[in-house]
């Protein structure tokens, strides 16, 4: 199986609120702003399978991220850490 093309562009928050609203299957405005722990490690999965980048997130770290805006902030840093050619 070949993985899908990363896409070229910084996730937003737009596209990290698409994401969650698929989990559970609800509408893109029924997305709480804060984040739970399931939510959360499903948003992850979801982004590494769409931009073929693995998160290395220690508890800290992960524990840091309650909303979305701090998920889509960790998000970006991933995509930047891996265009500059280090790992997150």
């Known amino acids: 199986m ?6 070229a562009a910084l996730p937003d928050r737009a596209e990290v609120l698409t994401m969650l609203a698929a989990f559970g299957q ?3 405005d029924a997305v709480p702003e804060d984040l ?3 939510e959360l490690t499903w948003l992850v999965a979801e982004f590494e399978q ?3 980048l693995q998160l290395d997130l220690d508890d800290d770290r ?3 991220v309650r909303t979305v805006d701090d998920a889509t902030e960790l998000l ?4 930047l ?7 997150p």
């Open 26 to 28: 609800r509408a893109v």
């Open 76 to 79: 970006r840093e991933a995509v």
């Open 81 to 87: 850490a891996d265009h500059a050619g280090a790992r």
């Open 36 to 38: 739970g722990s399931l």
């Open 62 to 64: 992960f524990g840091a």
């Open 50 to 52: 769409r931009y073929g």
């Open 2 to 7: 070949t993985a899908s093309p990363r896409p």
